[in-house]
C-alpha cells in the first residue's frame, strides 16, 4: 500500500518498508546513484529518494525528468543532509507516466499570469498546491463552525427564476434554439431560468422552518467589472437565522471570520508560510492582530462623515447615499480603523427589496464586514418580515409579484424577525493567504471573456 508523503515525513520512526507514487520535482546524478525530489501534493514537503545504480527499474533513472511520475519502494532512513528529517533508500522505482522536455514547470518562479494559461498544470507548483490545500481546509472549517452550532446545510438550487439581487446580472440558461429565442414558453421549463446569484431567498424559506441555517454553493453574476475581486462564479457561504437581528447578524459575522482566520493560522502545515514568503511578508501579523481583536463597527453614515473629512483625494465621490467604493472601504480598515470594519445601516435606495427598513424610514438594517486589503468580503441584513413593507419594497423595485408570492408567504404564514449575510469564499482566501487576485484563489477561474478548461 502507498503511504502519503505528508504522513511519511511526518513519522517518528524509521520503516523497513516503504512505498510511495509522486511527481519528480527534480533529480541529481551522482556517480552510481540519484537523488530525486519527489512530490505527491500530499503537503508541500518533498520526500528525497535516494536510488543506486542496481536497484530494480534504475535502467529507467534517465526518464524519470521533472514531471514524471514514479512509483518507489524503499526504506525511510534518517537523512543526514540537512533540513529534512527522513530519506528514503530506493530498493525499487517504477516510472509510471513520462513528461517529455516540454513540460512548462520545469523552471521555478513563473508568472501568475502564465500560471494561469496552464490553469490544469498550476495546483503541481508548491505555492498553487499549498493554495488549494488552504482552500479545502477552510471550506471544513466553515462547516465546522456551522455544524457545531446547530446550523443545518441546505442545498439550494443552482437554476432558479428568482433574482435575489435585483440587479438584473444573471445568465440566462435555455435550451431554445436560435430561431426559437423569445418564446419563452416553450423553453425547456416553460419560462426563462437563470443561475443564481445568491441562495439567499431559498435560504430564508428553510431558516423559517429550521431557525439557523446555512447554504455553501456556487453563485454566478454576469457584472461586467474586470477586477481583482470579482469572478463571474464563485463560491458563497450564506447563514440565515430565523428570530435574529442585525446586531445577532453582525456578531456571527465577525465570529465566524475569527474562527476562520484562526483556523488558518492553527493549520498550516507550512502551507501558510509559503504565501507569507513569496507574496505578503506581513501575513501572519496581520492575521494575528485580526485574531485576537474585537472588530470595529460604524454606521454608514457617519463612516461616510468621517470618509468626508478624511482629507484624502478619492477617484470616486463620496456623499450621503452613494455606495462605498472599495478604495472607501479599504481607507477606512487600513488607514483610519486599521481593523476589520463593519458598515449598518445603509440608505434604502442602494440596496435590495428585501432588507428591512429602519425606523427612520430612509436607512435598510444591511450591514458590510470591510476587512483591510480587499474591502467588502460579507453583505448582510435584517430581512422585512412585515408583509405589507415587503410588498411595497417589491413594486418599488418592479419585481413581479407573482413570481415572488413564495417569498411574501414567508411572511404571510408565521412571519419572524430574521437575519443572514453571505461570505465571498474567495474573498475569504485572498484575505487568509494575501493572494491579491481572486483568479489566483479560485481552481479554475470564470471572468468577463474567460472561460477556459
Ligand atoms: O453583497 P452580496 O451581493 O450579498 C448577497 O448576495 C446576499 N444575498 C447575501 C445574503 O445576505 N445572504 O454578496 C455577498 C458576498 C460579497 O460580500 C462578496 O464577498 C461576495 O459575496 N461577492 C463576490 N465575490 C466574488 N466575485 C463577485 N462577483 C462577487 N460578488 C459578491
Ligand atoms: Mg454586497
Redesign the pocket.
Known amino acids: 500500500m502507498r503511504t502519503l508523503i505528508r504522513h511519511v515525513l511526518s513519522r517518528t520512526e524509521a520503516s523497513a518498508d516503504l512505498q510511495v507514487a509522486g511527481w519528480v520535482r527534480t533529480r541529481r546524478d551522482a556517480k552510481g546513484f540519484s537523488f530525486i525530489e519527489l512530490n505527491d501534493g500530499s503537503c508541500l514537503g518533498n520526500l528525497q529518494i535516494v536510488a543506486d545504480a542496481g536497484i530494480s527499474g534504475f535502467e529507467e533513472i534517465g526518464q524519470m525528468t521533472v514531471g514524471a511520475s514514479i512509483h518507489v519502494q524503499g526504506c525511510l532512513t534518517p537523512s543526514p543532509a540537512a533540513g529534512q528529517r527522513w530519506e528514503l533508500k530506493a530498493s525499487s522505482l517504477r516510472l509510471l507516466g513520462k513528461s517529455p522536455e516540454d513540460y512548462p514547470l520545469q523552471k521555478k518562479g513563473h508568472s501568475h499570469e502564465f500560471l494561469r494559461s496552464i490553469g490544469h498544470l498550476r495546483p503541481r507548483t508548491n505555492l498553487y498546491g499549498a493554495m488549494f490545500r488552504i482552500r479545502s481546509r477552510l471550506a471544513f472549517a466553515i462547516h465546522q463552525f456551522f455544524q457545531e452550532r446547530d446550523f443545518f446545510y441546505i442545498h439550494t438550487p443552482i437554476l432558479t427564476t428568482s433574482d ?2 435585483g440587479a438584473g446580472e444573471m445568465f440566462r440558461v435555455t435550451t431554445l434554439p436560435n430561431d426559437r429565442m423569445g418564446h419563452d414558453a416553450e423553453d425547456f421549463f416553460g419560462k426563462r431560468a437563470f443561475l443564481t ?4 431567498l431559498e ?1 430564508e424559506a428553510f431558516a423559517t422552518a429550521l431557525s439557523n441555517i446555512y447554504t455553501f454553493g456556487p ?1 454566478f ?1 454576469a ?1 461586467n ?1 474586470n477586477t481583482s ?4 462564479e ?1 463560491w ?1 457561504i ?3 437565522m430565523a428570530f435574529c437581528d442585525l446586531q445577532g447578524d453582525m456578531e456571527l459575522a465577525e465570529a465566524m471570520i475569527n474562527h476562520l482566520v484562526k483556523h488558518a493560522l492553527n493549520h498550516q502545515d507550512g502551507d501558510l508560510e509559503i504565501f507569507e514568503k513569496f507574496i505578503d511578508p506581513t501575513l501572519r501579523t496581520r492575521l494575528e492582530s485580526v485574531a485576537s481583536q474585537a472588530f470595529e463597527r460604524i454606521s454608514y453614515t457617519d463612516a461616510v462623515r468621517l470618509l468626508e473629512k478624511s482629507g484624502q483625494a478619492f477617484h470616486y465621490p463620496v456623499s450621503y447615499g452613494l455606495n462605498l467604493q472599495s478604495e472607501h472601504e479599504r481607507w477606512l480598515t487600513e488607514v483610519y480603523f486599521k481593523k476589520p470594519t463593519t458598515v449598518f445601516n445603509y440608505p434604502k435606495e442602494i440596496k ?1 427589496f428585501y432588507m428591512r427598513t429602519n425606523d427612520d424610514g430612509r436607512t435598510v438594517t444591511a450591514m ?2 470591510l476587512v483591510p486589503g480587499i474591502g ?6 435584517q430581512r422585512e418580515e412585515r408583509l405589507d413593507v415587503l410588498l411595497g419594497n417589491m413594486r418599488h423595485h418592479h419585481l413581479d409579484l407573482d413570481t415572488y408570492s413564495w417569498y411574501a408567504d414567508l411572511r404571510k404564514y408565521g412571519s419572524v424577525p430574521h437575519a ?5 469564499f ?3 482566501l485572498m484575505f487568509v493567504t494575501g493572494m491579491p487576485n ?1 483568479r489566483d484563489v479560485i481552481p479554475f477561474a470564470r471572468t468577463p471573456g474567460h472561460c477556459e478548461f
Open positions: 435575489c439581487e446569484v445568491s441562495g439567499q435560504g453563485t453574476r457584472e467589472s475581486r470579482h469572478a463571474a464563485f458563497m450564506e447563514p440565515e435590495p458590510d464586514l467588502e468580503i460579507i453583505g448582510g441584513s443572514g449575510f453571505g461570505l465571498g474567495e474573498r475569504l481572486i
